[in-house]
Every structure is written in C-alpha cells, then in structure tokens.
C-alpha cells in the first residue's frame, strides 16, 4: 500500500498481553466502565488509523493448540506455545514509513502500559 508520503514497509504489531488487565477476564471487571469504554475506544481509533491494514483480536490462549511435528508425526498440546504471560492476544498489519513510525503507533496500543507488550517486526513481502 502506498502512501502520499513516500514508500512504506510493513510491520506487524503482536500484541502481547502480558501479566496486565485483558478485556472480559479478571482485573477487567473491577475497571470502571468509562475505562473499558476507553480501551476499547483507543483499539478502535487504531483500527481506523489508515496505515492499519488489518488485525484481530485473539481468543484466550487456553483455546490454542500448538502442532508440532517429530519424526514424521503430527504432536498437538493443547495451549499455547509460550507461557501464558507470554501469549499473543492480537495482531494489527501497519504500513509505516520507518520503525520510529511503528514504535509511535504501537505505544498507542493499550495492551503496552497495561502489563502487556507489542512486538514489532518487519513482513518479508
């Protein structure tokens, strides 16, 4: 995608959701409601942040399955992959004009000062 700024590389955002507040689960529910309402606010500015070009939000880990294969048979473990602190709530695709552009728009993103962190890396296109 092309902008009028010039060319563009794109990120993807892994939102991780650490060890802090996530929607629907926990310390969440003892949020005032004006402060969910603004989390979820600031996602949805993000969504519509037009150098976003797509992303979604994840089901709780505990619902992954993780696949591996070892001397030619399909594994599957029930979970994620990383420790639960560690899993991928979301993603989000950003096409930005540089790395200080990305880390902008991924200190936006509410997962990053509530407990969790975003991961930034550059797609192979």
């Known amino acids: 995608m092309e902008h009028d700024r010039g060319a563009t590389m ?3 955002l892994l939102i991780q959701q650490g060890t802090g507040v996530v929607p629907g689960r926990g310390e969440w529910e003892t949020l005032p409601e004006e402060e969910k309402r603004a989390v979820f606010a600031e996602y949805e500015a993000i969504g519509r942040d037009p150098r976003v070009t797509g992303g979604m939000r994840l089901q709780p880990p505990d619902t992954a399955t993780t696949v591996r294969v070892q001397d030619g048979r399909t594994l599957t473990t029930d979970g994620p992959f990383v420790e639960l602190k560690e899993a991928i709530g979301g993603w ?8 200080d552009e990305a880390i902008e728009v991924a200190g936006r993103i509410p997962a990053a000062r509530m407990g969790g962190a975003v991961e930034i890396r550059p797609v192979v296109e």
């Open 92 to 99: 989000m695709l950003l096409d930005a004009g540089d790395l």
């Open 10 to 12: 794109r990120y993807m």
